[in-house]
Structure formats: C-alpha cells, structure tokens
C-alpha cells in the first residue's frame, strides 16, 4: 500500500510541475489554456475555472496542457476564446519557450528539493574507518577498524568524501600516503602505498582507480546551509545529477550501456519510490529530483509527441520559414508514437526481467 501511495505522489509531483511550466508560460504569453489534465482517459473530477478545464483523469502516467490553437488544423474549431490568443499565432519564439517550459520546470523542481534538503540538513559520511580488506595497502600498513582519519599528506580530511580525490592525487605522483589517524585517545602516523585495482563505477563499467582498501563505518553528521549556500548547493547538485545522467544517455546511445540493464519503467519507479517512502522524506525527495532531472531530459528527446521533438518541428519551421502541418506532421507524430511506445515496452520489459532476475538471487 505504501508503494502506491508513494507511486502516486511521486508521479502526481512530476507531472505537475511539468505541466505547471506549459501553463505559466502559456498564460505569460497570452496564450489560451482549454485543459490543463492531470492523468489521461476520463475525468474523475473536473471543473472550469476562467476559459480553462481543471481535471484529474484515471490513468495517472501522464498529463497534458490543451493549447488553443495548438494544431492548426483546429484553430478555426476553438472559438469559446479569444483567437489572438492562439498558440499558432505566436511568434517561434513564443511558442518554442512554452514547448520548453515544461522539461525546465523538472529541472527547477530538482533544484527546489535540492535546496531545501540542503536548508534542512544533508547527513554525511563521517572519516570513520569500518572495515579494512585483508592483504590490502590499509591493512598491511596497520590501520584498523575504529580508526578516525584526520589528515591525509596533511591536508584535513572531515568527511569521508574527501578521502578518495587526495588518494588519486597522491598516486599521481608515485607517492605514499602520510594518514594521521585518532585511535581512541591517540593521533597516529601510518603510511600506506595505494595500489590500482579495478572496480566498477556508477554506470557498471570497469575502471582502474588508486585504492587502499578501506569502508566507511556509516557514522555520520548532518551538514546544513545557510539560505545563499543552500540555494548553490542546490544548483550544483542539479548540475552534478544533469551531468551524470546526460553521460549515462550517451553512453546508452553509443552502446558502451546496454540499454536493457539501465532502462527503469513505471514498475521501477514505483518500486524505488516504496523504498524511499519507507527510509524516510529526506531520501523520497532526494529520488524525486533525481527522477524529475531525467524526465526533464527525456521529454528533450527529438521524439516527436514529446517536447523535444514539438521543438524540432519548431526548428525546422524556423530554418523553412513555414509550419510542418499536414501529412508531414501526420508520419512524424506517427514515428513519435511508434518510438515512444517501443520505449515503453522496453522498459516494462527491463522491469520484468530485473523483477526475476532478482527472485532467482
């Protein structure tokens, strides 16, 4: 039930802060809303406010903002409003920022719940030593569980974080670590040589990195924020999130990722989101802004249907001098639906399998 529930509340966020960017630049540009839907099918509830209809629809996968105007075809057909306020009748500018809207507003919805957890207070690893590999460099050299780090070639280490960069900086230069560790109520000097060894990194390919040989023991802290700090974390948190998920598209693309492993659908997301409901708000919040930076950029995708490919229509309109209407518009949202669709049944497929995978464990 709390799978649901969360389920629900994490799709109800992201789809209306997605449409909620479609609406407010539509209104900014004086551009008619006739519908602004959370959910697909037939209206559990809806009610007309101004010139537009507020529903609540039973498939809750998704969500839509009605346009006036929004294909040509039916401009001449939606006369409850103004026609100056006609989405087709906007300047190529106009139009493509409220087709834009609405991936950025995912973006800014990550960097909101970014900010705040940064305001509230993040925990963070402690330099805390729990265990040590046996016949590694730490082990060898005589650290031990327990141990708190201090200092690493004398630079001040305060969170576990901070370890791993002066360890690959130190390798660099062929040169052993000199890590002054507390002990109960002794500070000691130990000098260990980091040695390669292949690992796998966060998209599962295998990278040679510098290691020691050690785990954090999972005390942590709470690190929080002042308002101006809080919001520049929250920034480059988003941006740190953007760029590892914009890497882990190209890497799907070119290959280097199979597709199948990394590609969650509806049922992952669920899945997570039950988790995460559990751990607590803090961790839920932190999966929201995660999964609202990579619907943000899905919805970029030049598919057509989806916001990126209404701006690459808009592109071309733009390079022709004309509208892409007509049959030409016809196959391309046809070859949008095809594509989106084949996406779809991917990823269900992807969660089926990683569902029996995990059950034959």
Known sequence: MNTLLAFIIVLGILIFFHELGHFTLAK????????????????????????????????????YVKLLGENIEEDEELTHIEPEKSFSRKSLLSRASIVAAGPVANLVLAFIIYTVLAWSGIPRLLPVVGEVQRQSPAYSA??????????????????????????????????????????????????????MKTTKDIFGE????????????????????????????GMAQSYRVLKITCIGFWKVLNGSIDIRKSLGGPIMIAQISGETFREGWLPFLSMIAFISINLGLINLLPIPILDGGHLLLLCIEWITGRPV??????????????????????AFYSDIIRIFSKGKQ
Do not use: C
């Open 325 to 346: 209407v007509g049959r030409p518009r016809e196959i391309a949202q046809q070859i949008g639906i095809f594509l989106l669709t084949l996406l779809t049944l991917l």
């Open 28 to 63: 900014l540009n004086r551009v008619g809303v006739l519908k602004f839907s959370l959910g697909f099918g037939p209206a559990i509830v809806k009610k007309r406010i101004g010139e537009t209809e507020y529903a609540l629809s039973v498939v809750p996968l998704g969500g």
């Open 142 to 195: 005589g650290i031990s569980k327990g141990d708190t780090i201090i200092s690493i070639n004398g630079k001040g280490i305060k969170l576990w974080k901070d370890i791993s960069p002066v360890i690959q900086q130190a390798y660099k230069k062929n040169k052993p670590l000199e890590i002054t560790v507390k002990r109960e109520s002794r500070s000691l000097i130990i000098h260990v040589m980091p040695q």
């Open 206 to 233: 295998r990278i040679m990195r510098p290691i020691i040989g050690i785990s954090p023991m999972g005390s942590t802290m709470i690190q929080t924020y002042g308002p101006f700090k809080g919001m520049y974390w």
